[in-house]
């Protein structure tokens, strides 16, 4: 079974400024990865995924993330993030072979101030 | 343009009853979830259907059932609800061979009272 740890519950961060979430997984098998953002009220749409080759993966709305094997983190990036940016953000994992099924952490919430 | 949509949107239920969600896409998926979404929990999967006429357990498929009753339509059925299912549900679907890309609805907010 693979699981997924988002440490941060919450990060605040001033518009313009860089931000890094954290992910961390844990599987026995290679994994597929994956970072979804859900805004208020809405459902989760996908932001980036990695399945193999490059390990830094790009995405919509300026996003980025790099895969980290030996560290077994999948760490989102922006290096200037906008009022638009605020919502939650969720790294999800499966397994490679294993279907669709995704395994979700708990989530981040960004919170961009002026 | 609808996606993936899901009704109701919100439901109020007393312990014991029953009710059933629905979802529909329109995208021509084969698999279909649902999931559901608690405070500090993130998104745990209850069933899925990885083609039509096929369904299987999640995570935390105690206490449902599901319907896949054409390659559209996916059904949440709770027979006796408990305040423990008070949650937001949310169904998905994909496209067999988009890893990963899943297509979300807007969610169903259920309390059970």
């Known amino acids: 079974a693979q699981s997924v740890t988002q440490l941060d519950s919450q990060v605040p961060v001033f518009e313009e400024a860089p931000v890094e979430l954290r992910c961390n997984y844990s599987?026995?098998?290679?994994?597929?990865l994956f970072w979804y953002v859900q805004y208020p009220n809405q459902g989760l749409q996908l932001l980036l995924k990695y399945l193999s080759g490059s390990t830094l993966v790009k995405g919509i709305n300026g996003f980025e993330a790099e895969f980290n094997k030996s560290q077994t983190s999948f760490h989102l990036r922006k290096p200037s993030v906008h009022i638009s940016d605020t919502a939650e953000y969720f790294c999800a994992v499966s397994a490679t072979g294993g279907g669709n099924k995704l395994t979700f952490g708990t989530g981040t919430q960004l919170k961009v101030e002026l | 343009n609808a996606g993936v949509t899901q009704t109701p949107k919100f439901q109020v239920l007393k312990t014991g009853q029953s009710m059933t969600l629905q979802c529909a896409q329109d995208?021509?998926?084969?698999?279909m979830y649902w999931y559901r979404q608690d405070p500090g929990m993130g998104l745990r999967l209850i069933y899925y259907?990885?083609?039509?006429?096929?369904?299987d357990k999640g995570e935390v498929p105690n206490g449902y059932n599901v319907s896949r009753l054409n390659k559209r339509e996916f059904s949440l059925r709770l027979e006796s609800a408990a305040p423990s299912q008070t949650s937001v549900y949310f169904c998905?679907?994909?496209?067999?061979?988009?890893?990963?890309?899943?297509?979300f609805g807007e969610g169903s907010r259920l309390t059970v009272l």
């Open positions: 259907s990885a083609s039509e006429g096929t369904t």
């Open positions: 995208m021509n998926h084969n698999s």
């Open positions: 998905a679907s994909t496209l067999q061979g988009r890893t990963g890309e899943l297509f």
């Open positions: 599987s026995s098998v290679s994994v597929y």
